[in-house]
């Protein structure tokens, strides 16, 4: 759940509405065990270690419910983005706001409104998630240039500290590698969408430089009127190994984009005309770049140091025009990270016992600006947020035996905050801590069972504190909670991978938007979620594949005048079945369906609005992989077969009722890449 609302986008839109205005890791000695992925075209994969882990992990390694979906099933799948992969592959919950992938929420773990914030989503290890509450860009990661993508369920607070509430999207794109390979693509699809794409690795001179470059284009009108986008990405990184466990990288990126903002309709609307759009002149334009210098070295026979140091800008301006208003809103946020982390494998008592010992220093300017000008309201905002946190961090793993072994983690972070506007300059810090205790026991080489139990927290959003023209809430509390879980998870004759997740999270304070008093409160009752995930998948090499993946969660108020309410934007049970099917040994069949239960309303804590209805979806296709021309792959693919109209987010307020942001409609898509 979020119960927070952004005033200066979501809710600045419905008041508008309402007057009637269109508006990296150590790795471990021992490593014997295999991923998590789905087997592929081998039998003898070799183990990945799972960067997000921070520990050099494998995920049979991880207290965790832990998936990695590599390149190759990324390729083969046929989709579309990284966010239909995360969605169909990967299980996450999405909510694609105005069918423009550029505005996909991601959901887990039964959080609602909000609930990017509470998914932390790194791109190489680097920060995609937004101190604003702008959810993070998907478009910002082109799925042509993903070398694999890690998903780890659950509160990882104490390594990853603020966002991971619920947990942690690792998307890798800059392994660069020795490897010489070349790959094109290209791909047309409905509403005129187009694409293109080239990437490539290789190094530079023997025993030299490894590289990967990449360039993505895509652009499409969209399924609805003033949907339409377009996006320019730019990858680049390059590595020098200087022997085992001893590295230099450098990676950047640049990446533009331009949208439309087609709002939201009206229950009626939406039915009768779910193409539409009330505010056709919407636009917003979003560009980005970074770099990111990273490092490893051993410290004497049993230490290893890494150092990360990441320094992006982000740039947005949108624009809410209409025939009797117009409005204007941007910001440019500068965010510089640096992150060391020391990791020691020592003995004590005679059992293994492996370290590590980190720090997290960030820092934020945020510099934004609002302009509102209509018959009834004027106001031009000009103000500045700034964030530092730093956060220091241990964890401990003890091995009472090679096969059992008990983990001990905990984390303080400072954050200093200094807001800014016209009147006046506030300054002051909060303190927040995580802990962690996880039972893990691999009776196999190929499978686990773990418990665990930890505290974690969020801070409140830069404008969940300054909410548009209001006094700073100085006093908002982050949100904390306990996390209590066990799962298990085997693979089965190196074909099958069954995984199952139980969890129970008890939430304080978690933050919530008063329309009253326009201003973001903390929730005077407790949040409660209790809920499942299971994973079952199979894969055999040129016969086929398949994967089941199913959550259920009972998310809910406990206390305070919402008690037993359901939280909204929660629904109770999501299935989705994937696979495909190999007809001829170079032609497959591809197809899924995915069903999503109903949900309440964002913002209806009351429960009193009608529900957002449960819908199911089917996908198919077909990929060719001709024998005769090696390296040419061919997809074509159809998503929502049945053309069904269905909503992923629906809100309600105060001021307009019950609105709602229809989904894409059918959407087919022929592809063609060429790897050389």
Not at 114 to 136: A, Q, T
Not at 571 to 581: F, R, W
Not at 662 to 673: I, M
Request: one cysteine or more; charged letters at 20%; hydrophobic letters at 35%.
């Amino acid at each position: 759940m979020s119960l927070s609302h952004r005033f200066t986008a979501a809710t600045f839109a419905a008041c508008l509405a309402a007057t009637g205005l269109t508006t990296l890791g150590q790795t471990t000695p021992e490593a014997p065990e295999s991923s998590s992925t789905a087997p592929s075209v081998s039998n003898a994969i070799p183990p990945i270690i799972v960067q997000a882990s921070r520990t050099g992990k494998t995920s049979l390694q991880m207290p965790a419910s832990v998936q990695v979906i590599t390149a190759r099933e990324i390729a083969e799948s046929g989709y579309s983005s990284t966010a239909e992969v995360l969605e169909k592959q990967g299980g996450v919950t999405l909510r694609t706001l105005n069918s423009n992938p550029a505005l996909t929420q991601l959901s887990m773990r039964g959080f609602g409104e909000s609930s990017f914030g509470r998914v932390l989503v790194l791109v190489n290890g680097e920060r995609l998630n937004n101190p604003d509450m702008s959810s993070p860009s998907l478009l910002r990661v082109p799925m042509t240039s993903i070398s694999r993508i890690e998903i780890v369920r659950g509160p990882q607070t104490v390594l990853h500290g603020d966002f991971a509430s619920a947990g942690v999207i690792n998307i890798i794109t800059d392994d660069a590698t020795a490897e010489q390979q070349t790959t094109l693509g290209a791909s047309v699809g409905a509403y005129d969408t187009y694409s293109a794409f080239v990437n490539t690795t290789g190094m530079f001179g023997e025993d030299g430089v490894s590289y990967r470059a990449s360039a993505d284009w895509e652009k499409s009108d969209g399924y609805r009127d003033n949907s339409d986008y377009e996006t320019y990405q730019l990858n680049a990184a390059l590595r020098k190994d200087f022997g085992e466990n001893r590295f230099l990288s450098l990676s950047t990126f640049y990446h533009d984009a331009e949208y439309g903002l087609p709002g939201a309709l009206s229950r009626e609307r939406y039915h009768n005309a779910p193409r539409s759009s009330t505010t056709p002149r919407d636009r917003s334009e979003l560009e980005s770049y970074g770099i990111r210098l990273g490092g490893r070295t051993t410290v004497g026979a049993d230490g290893m140091f890494d150092l990360n140091a990441t320094a992006s800008r982000r740039e947005t301006d949108s624009r809410w025009l209409s025939a009797t208003s117009q409005a204007f809103y941007g910001s440019e946020i500068d965010s510089y990270a640096l992150q060391p982390q020391y990791a020691h494998d020592l003995r004590i008592a005679g059992h293994r016992s492996i370290l590590t010992l980190g720090t997290d220093l960030r820092y934020d300017m945020t510099d934004f600006y609002s302009d509102f000008n209509s018959p009834f309201y004027t106001s031009l905002l000009d103000w500045e947020f700034n964030r530092a946190s730093i956060a220091g961090y241990a964890q401990n793993e003890f091995f009472f035996t090679d096969d059992l072994s008990l983990t001990l983690g905990g984390r303080t972070e400072w954050f200093d905050n200094r807001v800014k506007n016209a009147a006046s300059t506030t300054s002051y810090s909060k303190r927040e801590s995580a802990v962690e205790a996880a039972l893990l026991y691999r009776p196999t080489e190929t499978s686990k069972v773990y418990a665990k139990a930890g505290r974690f927290y969020h801070a409140p959003f830069i404008d969940e504190i300054f909410a548009g023209a209001g006094t700073p809430n100085l006093a908002l509390a982050p949100e904390t909670g306990l996390n209590l879980e066990i799962g298990t998870e085997a693979r089965i004759a190196n074909e099958w991978l069954a995984a199952l997740s139980l969890y129970h999270m008890d939430m304080d304070d978690e933050i919530y938007y008063d329309p009253a008093a326009f201003q973001n409160r903390n929730s005077p009752g407790d949040t409660r979620r209790m809920g499942l995930d299971a994973a079952l998948r199979w894969s055999r090499d040129r016969v086929g594949s398949a994967s089941l993946a199913y959550s259920a969660v009972r998310a809910k108020f406990d206390g305070g005048p919402y008690d037993d309410n359901r939280v909204p934007l929660v629904p109770t049970h999501t299935i989705g079945i994937n696979g495909d099917y190999y007809l001829l040994h170079s032609l497959a069949l591809m197809g899924g369906v995915r069903h999503v239960a109903r949900q309440y309303l964002g913002s209806d804590f009351n429960n009193s609005a009608r529900p957002l209805k449960g819908y199911t979806l089917v996908d198919c296709g077909l990929r060719y992989e001709p024998s005769f021309i090696e390296g040419l792959r061919v997809t074509l693919s159809v998503d929502n077969v049945f053309g069904r109209d269905y909503c992923d987010y629906a809100g309600w307020s105060n001021f307009s009722g019950d609105h709602y942001y229809p989904g894409r409609g059918r959407f087919w898509k022929v592809g063609a890449t060429f790897t050389f």
